[in-house]
T-cell receptor
Framework: DQQVKQNSPSLSVQEGRISILNCDYT??????FLWYKKYPAEGPTFLIS?????DKNEDGRFTVFLNKSAKHLSLHIVPSQPGDSAVYFC??????????FGTGTQLKVEL | DVKVTQSSRYLVKRTGEKVFLECVQD?????MFWYRQDPGLGLRLIYF???????EKGDIPEGYSVSREKKERFSLILESASTNQTSMYLC?????????????FGNGTRLTVT
């Protein structure tokens, strides 16, 4: 049972526009969420996180929104840059030591 | 900066072989993890450890075992490799388990079992 879902396997946006990556979860025990970015042949790198007591967290071009009632979070990247092209994973944690990851969304930022 | 080092970038092994994947972190982190990444399946947790000699099963532990004899080193063992264990294996560490203590990953080991 996939507790963290990223329903869009890929997304293509133009440079300078906004990228919106979505993530849904089913387990109401999750109390924090993270986004990771992964380039080919490298390990994932941490991007931004949010605690369940907040509904928004911002870091430069990256903003994560959390809607607890809908069990939905999204990552906004604005403006998108070609270097943002990567696979993005959302992850959820809480009640233990482990993170549960989604299946990933391949973002392609085109010139 | 935290460094997580996986001993091999690429490995090719035969079915039935015993395989060791090694991981070392240099930041005195308590928690260490082994994930595998497969297309369409994302990252799935195999095993994790929150202290020396302690281990817990993740979501897909079958066919794997782990060893943590020292705090900085976490080994993943495939007792008898099978073709369905061909995958990208990622090791990670974290200080604690919270939103402000993210996982730090190594660059991965691409294992092919033939």
């Amino acid at each position: 049972d996939q507790q963290v879902k990223q329903n869009s396997p890929s997304l293509s946006v133009q440079e300078g526009r906004i990228s919106i990556l979505n993530c849904d979860y089913t387990n109401s025990m999750f109390d924090y969420f993270l986004w990771y970015k992964k380039y080919p042949a490298e390990g994932p790198t941490f991007l931004i996180s949010i605690s369940s007591i907040k509904d928004k967290n911002e870091d430069g071009r990256f903003t994560v929104f959390l809607n607890k009632s809908a069990k939905h979070l999204s990552l906004h990247i604005v403006p998108s840059q070609p270097g943002d092209s990567a696979v993005y994973f959302c992850a959820a944690g809480g009640g233990g030591n482990k993170l549960t990851f989604g299946t990933g969304t391949q973002l392609k930022v085109e010139l | 900066d935290v460094k997580v080092t996986q001993s091999s970038r690429y490995l090719v092994k035969r079915t039935g072989e015993k395989v060791f994947l090694e991981c070392v972190q240099d930041m005195d982190h308590e928690n260490m993890f082994w994930y595998r990444q497969d297309p369409g399946l994302g990252l799935r947790l195999i095993y994790f450890s929150y202290d020396v000699k302690m281990k817990e099963k993740g979501d897909i532990p079958e066919g794997y075992s782990v060893s943590r004899e020292k705090k900085e080193r976490f080994s993943l063992i495939l007792e008898s490799a099978s073709t369905n264990q061909t995958s990208m294996y990622l090791c990670a560490s974290s200080l604690v388990s919270s939103y402000n203590s993210p996982l730090h990953f190594g660059n991965g080991t691409r294992l092919t079992v033939t």
